[in-house]
């Protein structure tokens, strides 16, 4: 699951994650969680549901109406969705959740849900309220856009605001010293190749996903430099994965070293006893 050197970032965030959606599901809280684009946010939350009974994933997008919405969560719950209207739909839903023993709703990418949408979670959350854990994801956008409803006091705003308790979760930053780390475990060392890394990093806002491709890339530069100065050869290896258990396939590239013999310079007495007649 976890690349090199991603590793340790990963498993950080995965940890604050997982805390997170186990508290939201034993004592039904609402929480919205806050992290950067490509930490793991999507990956955890998944994980979480495999792992968990009654816990329900919802990808939210822009283009999600009202209807799209309450539709995505009748589906996850196992409601019916055909032959019903949307109002009927929603209580079948909101009824099926609410039976279940510690229910888990899951909101992913919450930030792109547009306000009228918006404004139909507070009614969801109203007949949920101590029957089912909420938890929302989403990147930092929503912190300004929460300033912004609060500020021209627009609808609906400051009731989600009061029902994530008025705070947001925040996974904690991407930093420099994390990605010199990855660079490092992926075998980048030369010091030139990292602050390239750390530049490119810098104006992604390091975004680990574009981090995990810019060493990859430099790396791959690197070593078709070595092949072409030097030859290769290639074995594939077995190595385990640390957190499925489940053997990956690597290539392994070893550079092939060149050793130059240097002769040992022939005197006169050698070349006399090389020859035939003495």
Same mark, same amino acid.
Request: hydrophobic share 35%; charged share 30%; glycine share 8%.
């Given at each position: 699951l976890w690349s090199r050197g991603l590793g340790d970032v990963y498993k950080r965030q995965f940890k604050d994650i997982t805390f997170v959606l186990a508290?939201?599901?034993?004592?039904?809280?609402v929480t919205w969680v806050v992290g950067d684009a490509g930490c793991g946010k999507t990956t955890a939350a998944i994980d979480y549901r495999k792992k968990h009974r009654n816990v329900f994933y919802i990808l939210c997008s822009e283009d999600m109406k009202k209807s799209d919405f309450v539709r995505e969560i009748a589906k996850q719950v196992g409601a019916p969705t055909?032959?019903?209207?949307?109002?009927?739909?929603?209580?079948?839903?909101?009824?099926?959740?609410?039976?279940?023993?510690?229910?888990?709703?899951?909101?992913?990418?919450?930030?792109?849900?547009t306000d009228s949408v918006f404004n139909y979670f507070i009614?969801?959350? /109203?007949? &949920?309220?101590?029957?089912?854990?909420?938890?929302f994801?989403?990147?930092?956008? =929503?912190? +300004? $856009?929460?300033? /912004?409803? &609060?500020?021209?006091?627009?609808?609906?705003?400051?009731?989600?605001?009061?029902? =994530?308790? +008025? $705070?947001?979760?925040d996974l904690t930053a991407t930093t420099r010293n994390d990605i010199f780390a990855i660079c490092r475990a992926n075998g980048l060392t030369d010091e030139t190749e990292i602050k390239k890394v750390l530049k490119d990093a810098e104006a992604s806002e390091n975004d680990l996903r574009r981090v995990k491709r810019f060493v990859h890339s430099r790396k791959r530069r690197i070593d078709e430099l070595k092949r072409k100065i030097f030859g290769t050869s290639s074995e594939k290896t077995r190595r385990p994965d640390q957190e499925e258990g489940i053997q990956e396939e690597e290539t392994v590239t070893v550079v092939k070293e060149h050793t130059r013999t240097r002769r040992k310079k022939s005197v006169r007495a050698d070349l006399y006893e090389a020859l035939p007649i003495k």
């Open positions: 508290d939201a599901q034993l004592y039904k809280n055909d032959g019903t209207n949307l109002r009927d739909m929603l209580e079948y839903a909101i009824s099926m959740i609410a039976f279940l023993n510690n229910p888990l709703l899951i909101f992913d990418e919450g930030d792109k849900l009614s969801i959350y /109203n007949r &949920l309220e101590g029957h089912s854990g909420i938890v994801f989403s990147t930092d956008y =929503i912190k +300004r $856009r929460m300033e /912004n409803g &609060l500020r021209y006091n627009k609808k609906g705003y400051k009731e989600i605001n009061s029902r =994530i308790g +008025r $705070r947001f979760f």
